[in-house]
């Protein structure tokens, strides 16, 4: 990442200028949706969330005093807008079980959902990493900035966090053996 | 010890499970839908507040940079045109789905150059020979009028104007998508002996119900995607081998469409600004200018790792603003940022019609010694070759800078088609590559080649169409299946390469 064009940004934003705004917008989009995905577990909702996510950042990002920490300050908003939208939902997430569509799924789908339980059985930090990384594919320089750590920790956390799930998917069963991508 | 992390299915599962389709970032739609926080942001200029004193040439931009802004957006409109003219030769559609394409007045749609959808996006809405084009990243409003070879530019924000001279091959070049399409179906029509059309079923596409027909000629495919009760496309996808050229997208035909829209004259309460800005007469040294800004401004004095049309279009709108902050007069920075635009164009004109390579990245801006870019010249043998300082030489073929073996250089079209397909029968797919421009083999071409047999090697040929050679073939398929055709081979930085044909 270019800091010095970032910062730039933010500070042109910081004076009004709205296509400096939108450069960050896009570039921060799609890590915003997957941050709030990881917390909410439902696709439609991480969208909305990172939507009312960039309309706070825009109406605040005066208040933002270190500039190179654009993303991280983006991702403490996004967990805060996260966290209402989970009370608002009475705290569940949505995705896991709940699913209408559950009773009539084929073997893919269960395989698909026990996944999708391994990674929401994850602490936040741990699952938030997954999510991130798996979502978009986002590097460990961009996963590193958003969540604020070292990319030596994103990738020790990401093994870990890998482990779990392999051993909570061996616990119900499914292995590299018997999992058949789509 | 057994690292269950590291296994690949494990990647591959939470990749499908957590992945599978990207989030696609509108910031003009969240305009739309968050007008306050707007507001909120952009009234920050007439305050002039900030967290932290902001650096006066960051003011300069916000406050005087209309011709600037109208400058660039000319640019990416105009390139964005450029990009579809690389459709050029035909490809196709069905009868279902092709009247209302031949024969609407208007139509309306989003297109998207390449495959990244969460890239920008082109809005045009075309109405007879003109259109009104708006970019998903950047305000500007361009209204094109393809009879007069002539562009207005519209800054709704600053209130500015400015019309742009486009005529000349720039004019040719910037087609209305609609021309475009219509030749391709026409292509379809006249021939459909060409073209395998193939069922793709019903699916949901970009929200609603849709049946789709896969249409592949050569190494030219067309994927539409069409309203079943209507019977009209909504999503054309463009491929050439298999890299998407253009994506269309909410396409609606013959929607009343207000010539206010798509007048030529400047709306009130804008600024005209004095004089014809002028994109049409682009040359080498614009485009000299542009490796410099790329470099300077945007590169931190390196040059960048690629030239693309994709990085190029995104990119503007920042190169834009950086030209905007140089402490140099209103006067300049409109010249540097036509030049710019200039400099595109040559490149895309550039990429379209001669042999190029670019070898810039890592080279560091005045570095004598590397040549960072060389093409090959109409009318002449020689290549121009651009060096990391910008200087230019005229360098014979045998002293261009050596990056290839000389063993698929100096390949005649026979050899490197019997190498090809020996490459295939032997699965030595690394072989392939060096035969072919492409960065990796296509699951496709491994499924379909892999392990053929050679049964013929023809005599090459050449056509007025085509500037490269064809060597026709005969192979017998793994799967059984005779396969006789024509080779496309084109001659490159790297020899002769797999163009086409499979």
Redesign the interface.
Same mark, same amino acid.
């Given at each position: 990442m270019?800091l010095?064009?970032e910062t730039?940004l933010v500070?042109?934003?910081?004076?009004?200028?709205?296509?400096?705004?939108?450069?960050l917008?896009?570039r921060y989009?799609?890590s915003m949706?997957a941050l709030a995905?990881s917390m909410l577990a439902d696709r439609y909702l991480a969208?909305d969330a990172?939507?009312e996510v960039?309309? $706070?950042a825009? !109406?605040d990002?005066?208040?933002?005093?270190s500039k190179e920490r654009f993303a991280a300050w983006l991702a403490g908003i996004c967990r805060n807008v996260s966290r209402q939208m989970l009370r608002a939902n009475k705290g569940k997430p949505v995705a896991l079980g709940d699913n209408p569509a559950a009773q009539n799924r084929d073997d893919m789908e269960d395989?698909?959902e026990a996944?999708?339980r391994a990674?929401w059985s994850l602490r936040d930090p741990e699952r938030e990493l $997954?999510?991130m !990384?798996?979502?978009?594919?986002f590097s460990q320089e961009q996963i590193s900035e958003v969540l604020d750590i070292s990319s030596q920790a994103v990738n020790g956390r990401l093994?870990?966090a890998?482990?779990k799930?392999?051993?909570y998917?061996?616990r119900n069963g499914l292995?590299?053996g018997n999992?058949e991508?789509? | 010890m057994n690292?269950?992390?590291n296994?690949?299915?494990?990647?591959?599962?939470?990749?499908?499970?957590?992945?599978p389709e990207?989030?696609r970032?509108d910031?003009e739609q969240?305009?739309m839908?968050?007008p306050?926080?707007?507001e909120?942001?952009?009234?920050?200029?007439?305050?002039?507040?900030?967290?932290?004193p902001?650096?006066l040439s960051?003011?300069k931009?916000?406050m005087k940079s209309p011709i600037t802004k109208l400058a660039a957006a000319a640019v990416i409109i105009i390139f964005a045109g450029i990009v579809l003219s690389l459709l050029g030769e035909g490809t196709p559609t069905f009868a279902q789905v092709i009247e209302p394409i031949l024969n609407a007045r208007t139509v309306v749609f989003d297109l998207i150059a390449g495959e990244d959808e969460?890239g920008p996006v082109i809005h045009d809405i075309i109405k007879d020979s003109r259109i009104r084009r708006t970019m998903s990243?950047?305000?500007s409003i361009m209204i094109i009028d393809l009879d007069d070879g002539r562009m207005l530019t519209l800054d709704p924000?600053a209130k500015g104007a400015a019309y742009v001279d486009i005529k000349g091959p720039l004019q040719e070049a910037t087609r209305s998508y609609l021309v475009l399409v219509r030749e391709i179906v026409t292509k379809l029509k006249d021939h459909p002996e060409w073209w395998t059309i193939t069922e793709l079923g019903e699916q949901e596409i970009d929200g609603q119900r849709a049946v789709g027909f896969h249409v592949s000629g050569g190494d030219q495919q067309l994927t539409v995607w069409a309203d079943p009760r209507m019977a009209v496309p909504i999503r054309i996808e463009l491929r050439r081998r298999q890299s998407v050229i253009a994506i269309f997208k909410n396409i609606e035909f013959d929607v009343p469409v207000d010539d206010s829209l798509v007048s030529m004259d400047v709306p009130a309460g804008y600024t005209l600004h004095e004089g014809e800005l002028n994109l049409s007469d682009f040359n080498e040294q614009d485009f000299i200018e542009t490796l410099r800004i790329w470099a300077e401004l945007?590169h931190?004095g390196k040059f960048p790792d690629r030239l693309s049309a994709e990085d190029f279009m995104a990119q503007v709108?920042?190169a834009g603003?950086k030209i905007d902050?140089l402490d140099i007069s209103e006067e300049q920075k409109l010249q540097r940022g036509m030049q710019l635009g200039r400099g595109i164009t040559f490149f895309q004109f550039l990429r379209h019609q001669n042999e190029y390579h670019y070898a810039g990245k890592g080279v560091k801006l005045g570095d004598a010694e590397k040549a960072i870019f060389w093409y090959q010249t109409e009318n002449s043998q020689n290549w121009r070759v651009i060096y990391g300082d910008l200087n230019v030489k005229d360098v014979t073929p045998e002293n261009l800078p050596k990056l290839y073996d000389e063993k698929y250089t100096q390949m005649t079209p026979v050899e490197v088609a019997q190498a090809f397909f020996q490459a295939c029968k032997d699965e030595n797919w690394d072989e392939v590559l060096k035969l072919d421009p492409a960065s990796e083999v296509p699951q496709w071409l491994k499924d379909t080649y892999g392990g053929l047999e050679i049964i013929s090697i023809g005599e090459p040929f050449k056509t007025d169409e085509y500037h490269g050679w064809y060597v026709p073939y005969e192979v017998r398929l793994k799967s059984g299946r005779i396969k006789k055709w024509n080779l496309a081979l084109l001659n490159r930085a790297k020899g002769l390469q797999v163009d086409g044909g499979l």
């Open positions: 270019n010095n064009s730039t500070e042109a934003a910081q004076n009004g200028h709205l296509e400096s705004f939108g450069a917008y896009e989009h799609s949706v995905y969208e990172a939507q960039f309309a $706070i825009c !109406r990002i005066g208040s933002l005093k395989r698909r996944i999708r990674v $997954i999510v !990384r798996y979502f978009d594919g093994v870990r890998k482990r799930i392999a051993k998917l061996k292995t590299g999992y991508p789509s | 690292h269950p992390e296994d690949k299915w494990l990647d591959g599962a939470l990749k499908e499970t957590i992945g990207r989030p970032a910031f969240w305009k839908k968050h306050e926080a707007v909120m942001l952009t009234s920050r200029i007439d305050k002039g507040a900030s967290a932290s902001s650096p960051i003011r931009m916000i969460t990243n950047m305000p924000q945007l931190d709108p920042l603003a902050q």
